[in-house]
């Protein structure tokens, strides 16, 4: 398989080619004698997705020329040099309802559309008089540019159109006599022509048309080549005039933007996803391709490709939502923090979102945040998001605007960090973002901290960060003799550590468990991947009581100034000589501490699931 082979698309590619090459329906173009004689037989298709993938069957890689599909690329020429305002007082964007080659123009003498003949010869005549003797250099470049590879001219077809285009020719004098350009009307003809004499191929087409998807990014050169509003406006006009007096018929049945040429190509477009490029020379009697036209009907309908065709659900964008009574952050905590958070946890809603935002989307988000109103905290989790769209960003930026007449607080979990300047999903808005919310790079951090301010607002413990919880609180220790109990407490070490000093190593011998009495501590892989967090009232290090002298799993880092009582396995081996009930006793209770862990766990997975 060849490293651009999609199975999938290929394999549809491959049938809808042996399904349609049989149509001998057509004929090649025959005003044009050098096209008249092409073998009819040819037929390629090319798609190259907006990541740069092509996927190609038949005659793909054959050279044709581009003939009328150029007017396409070279209308994004003259809107990208000489901006829209300019292009538009010369040329027109509206369907004509006559052929291609009509010799009229509008009421104001403008030319109907750029991919009509004279709105063609127009726009080429700009080029000329913005470049001068460079106006086919610079169209050559750019044409190459969309397509990714260095592009030649088919001296023998501009000669055989040079020495028929007097149609054309009467078009150019017709632009000049109204005052559409000043310039030489031969010299802009000799450009026409060779634009139209470029040699492309199937493939090239596809690369042409997915440029314009990817925004105006070549998606194979990764080089920008034209803005994202020249693409819009190029697929615009060819949504409504690409495809002769067909181009109504076309946009109802096939809906896709896309430019024909009589040389038998066809490149079609859907925006963000791909490009299409068929060549095939028979053609029908309004001079489109008719096996172009049937892949590209057929590819539309299989796939359900339309552009106003959507199976978008905004409420997918929302697919879990959640309060703290059901799923919690992963830091341990006492019992009176865990009571507080079962009682009040449902002062919180934690809305995951997903996939691609958009404009419907972001308002069916903050509809649903507007409707958690009654609720202490929200939190906003973007990242399972891929893209927010602009439209979407804005609507974001006038809701957060209005935050600060909410007494509902907002959460954010969003990639972006403005310490190194990183704007994540949101670009130029994160700053306000960071203004009016709480921000986290982290869901789970963010839980930790909203559950924070949870237990500060309602919970009932009095002590303060610095106090040293009784021991006896331990969930370890539960129902522990009052003898066993002072017994352990003749073997505790009491160790400090300040905030940010490792207290654990991972990889270490688990020589002992260690009893937090005072202060936070994180549970880390590596230097910077958090796993979860402790505090006071819970214990670490105790898997030790399981397998003494195996390796530690993870680092212990103290976030705040620690208090910890050691209890190292030489000391508990010696007591559970004096009493061997101890030890049963505690691995009783570590089996409940494990079981409760698994429970919670469970009941998380369930409730990610019913969403």
Same mark, same amino acid.
């Given at each position: 398989?060849?490293?651009?082979?999609?199975?999938?698309?290929?394999?549809?590619?491959?049938?809808?080619?042996? *399904?349609? /090459?049989?149509? %001998?329906?057509?004929?090649?173009?025959?005003?044009?004698?050098?096209?008249?004689?092409?073998?009819?037989?040819?037929?390629?298709?090319?798609?190259?997705?907006?990541?740069?993938?092509?996927?190609?069957?038949?005659?793909?890689?054959?050279?044709?020329?581009?003939?009328?599909?150029?007017?396409?690329?070279?209308?994004?020429?003259?809107?990208?040099?000489?901006?829209?305002?300019?292009?538009?007082?010369?040329?027109?964007?509206?369907?004509?309802?006559?052929? /291609?080659?009509?010799?009229?123009?509008?009421?104001? *003498?403008?030319?109907?559309?750029?991919?009509? *003949?004279?709105?063609?010869?127009?726009?080429?005549?700009?080029?000329?008089?913005?470049?001068?003797?460079?106006?086919?250099?610079?169209?050559?470049?750019?044409?190459?540019?969309?397509?990714?590879?260095?592009?030649?001219?088919? =001296?023998?077809?501009?000669?055989?159109?040079?020495?028929?285009?007097?149609?054309?020719?009467?078009?150019?004098?017709?632009?000049?006599?109204?005052?559409?350009?000043?310039?030489?009307?031969?010299?802009?003809?000799?450009?026409? /022509?060779?634009?139209?004499?470029?040699?492309?191929?199937?493939?090239?087409?596809?690369?042409?048309?997915?440029?314009?998807?990817?925004?105006?990014?070549?998606?194979?050169?990764?080089?920008?080549?034209?803005?994202?509003?020249?693409?819009?406006?190029?697929?615009?006009?060819?949504?409504?005039?690409?495809?002769?007096?067909?181009?109504?018929?076309?946009?109802?049945?096939?809906?896709?933007?896309?430019?024909?040429?009589?040389?038998?190509?066809?490149?079609?477009?859907?925006?963000?996803?791909?490009?299409?490029?068929?060549?095939?020379?028979?053609?029908? %009697?309004?001079?489109?391709?008719?096996?172009?036209?049937?892949?590209?009907?057929?590819?539309?309908?299989?796939?359900?490709?339309?552009?106003?065709?959507?199976?978008?659900?905004?409420?997918?964008?929302?697919?879990?939502?959640?309060?703290?009574?059901?799923?919690?952050?992963?830091?341990?905590?006492?019992?009176?923090? $865990?009571?507080?958070?079962?009682?009040?946890?449902?002062?919180?809603?934690?809305?995951?979102?997903?996939?691609?935002? $958009?404009?419907?989307?972001?308002?069916?988000?903050?509809?649903?945040?507007?409707?958690?109103?009654?609720?202490?905290?929200?939190?906003?989790? /973007?990242?399972?998001?891929?893209?927010?769209?602009?439209?979407?960003?804005?609507?974001?930026?006038?809701?957060?605007? %209005?935050?600060?007449?909410?007494?509902?607080?907002?959460?954010?979990?969003? %990639?972006?960090?403005?310490?190194?300047?990183?704007?994540?999903?949101?670009? =130029?808005?994160?700053?306000?973002?960071?203004?009016?919310?709480?921000?986290?790079?982290?869901?789970?951090?963010?839980?930790?901290?909203?559950?924070?301010?949870?237990?500060?607002?309602?919970?009932?413990?009095?002590?303060?960060?610095?106090?040293?919880?009784?021991?006896?609180?331990?969930?370890?220790?539960?129902?522990?003799? *009052?003898?066993?109990?002072?017994?352990?407490q003749q073997n505790l070490v009491s160790i400090e550590h300040e905030s940010g000093s490792k207290i654990i190593q991972l990889h270490d011998k688990a020589d002992g468990i260690y009893f937090l009495r005072a202060g936070k501590v994180?549970?880390?892989?590596?230097?910077?991947?958090?796993?979860?967090?402790? =505090?006071?009232?819970?214990?670490?290090?105790?898997?030790?009581?399981?397998?003494?002298?195996?390796?530690?799993?993870? $680092?212990?880092?103290?976030?705040?100034?620690?208090?910890?009582?050691?209890?190292?396995?030489?000391?508990?081996?010696?007591?559970?000589?004096?009493?061997?009930?101890?030890?049963?006793?505690?691995?009783?209770?570590?089996?409940?501490?494990?079981?409760?862990?698994?429970?919670?766990?469970?009941?998380?997975?369930?409730?990610?699931?019913?969403?």
């Open positions: 398989m060849e490293k651009n082979d999609v199975p999938a698309l290929k394999s549809f590619l491959s049938h809808a080619y042996q *399904n349609i /090459f049989d149509d %001998k329906s057509g004929a090649p173009a025959g005003y044009i004698p050098e096209l008249a004689i092409v073998n009819p037989e040819q037929f390629g298709i090319a798609i190259t997705t907006s990541d740069g993938f092509t996927n190609e069957v038949g005659d793909s890689s054959t050279e044709f020329t581009i003939q009328s599909i150029s007017k396409a690329f070279v209308y994004s020429l003259a809107l990208e040099s000489l901006g829209t305002e300019k292009v538009l007082k010369t040329i027109g964007i509206e369907p004509s309802g006559e052929a /291609f080659n009509s010799i009229r123009l509008k009421d104001d *003498n403008r030319p109907f559309n750029p991919m009509v *003949n004279s709105g063609a010869i127009a726009c080429t005549a700009l080029i000329c008089q913005n470049n001068g003797k460079e106006a086919f250099e610079t169209i050559l470049n750019m044409l190459s540019e969309f397509a990714g590879r260095i592009l030649n001219v088919d =001296d023998k077809v501009f000669s055989s159109e040079s020495a028929t285009g007097d149609r054309n020719r009467a078009i150019g004098w017709l632009l000049r006599n109204s005052d559409n350009f000043s310039c030489d009307v031969e010299e802009v003809l000799e450009v026409y /022509f060779r634009q139209c004499s470029i040699l492309v191929t199937a493939r090239d087409l596809s690369i042409m048309g997915a440029t314009l998807s990817n925004n105006g990014t070549n998606p194979v050169t990764k080089k920008r080549v034209v803005s994202k509003t020249t693409a819009v406006q190029t697929m615009s006009v060819m949504v409504s005039s690409g495809m002769y007096d067909y181009s109504g018929e076309w946009t109802y049945r096939v809906g896709l933007p896309a430019k024909s040429g009589v040389g038998g190509g066809i490149t079609a477009v859907l925006p963000s996803q791909f490009g299409l490029g068929v060549f095939s020379p028979p053609l029908d %009697k309004l001079g489109n391709s008719v096996r172009g036209i049937k892949v590209c009907q057929l590819l539309s309908e299989h796939f359900h490709l339309h552009v106003l065709e959507t199976e978008d659900d905004v409420t997918q964008n929302i697919p879990i939502t959640y309060d703290l009574r059901e799923i919690r952050s992963s830091r341990t905590r006492c019992r009176s923090d $865990n009571e507080t958070l079962e009682d009040f946890g449902s002062r919180v809603s934690v809305l995951e979102l997903s996939g691609v935002i $958009n404009f419907i989307g972001s308002n069916f988000i903050t509809r649903s945040v507007a409707e958690e109103d009654n609720k202490d905290f929200v939190v906003l989790s /973007f990242t399972r998001v891929s893209r927010l769209t602009r439209a979407s960003i804005e609507v974001f930026r006038l809701f957060f605007e %209005k935050l600060l007449s909410k007494s509902q607080r907002m959460v954010v979990v969003d %990639k972006a960090d403005l310490k190194d300047d990183s704007k994540g999903l949101f670009g =130029d808005i994160t700053e306000l973002i960071h203004q009016h919310c709480p921000c986290f790079k982290n869901l789970d951090k963010a839980l930790e901290w909203v559950e924070d301010q949870l237990i500060a607002q309602y919970g009932t413990c009095s002590n303060r960060p610095s106090d040293l919880l009784p021991i006896v609180e331990q969930p370890l220790l539960k129902d522990l003799p *009052n003898s066993d109990l002072e017994l352990l994180s549970v880390m892989l590596g230097e910077d991947i958090y796993v979860a967090g402790l =505090d006071a009232g819970t214990c670490f290090g105790e898997l030790a009581l399981i397998e003494p002298d195996a390796a530690r799993t993870a $680092n212990i880092i103290a976030e705040t100034k620690v208090v910890c009582s050691f209890l190292s396995i030489e000391a508990f081996n010696k007591i559970s000589l004096i009493n061997p009930k101890l030890n049963e006793l505690l691995l009783r209770n570590l089996g409940l501490i494990l079981f409760e862990r698994l429970k919670q766990s469970n009941s998380k997975i369930v409730a990610l699931s019913a969403n």
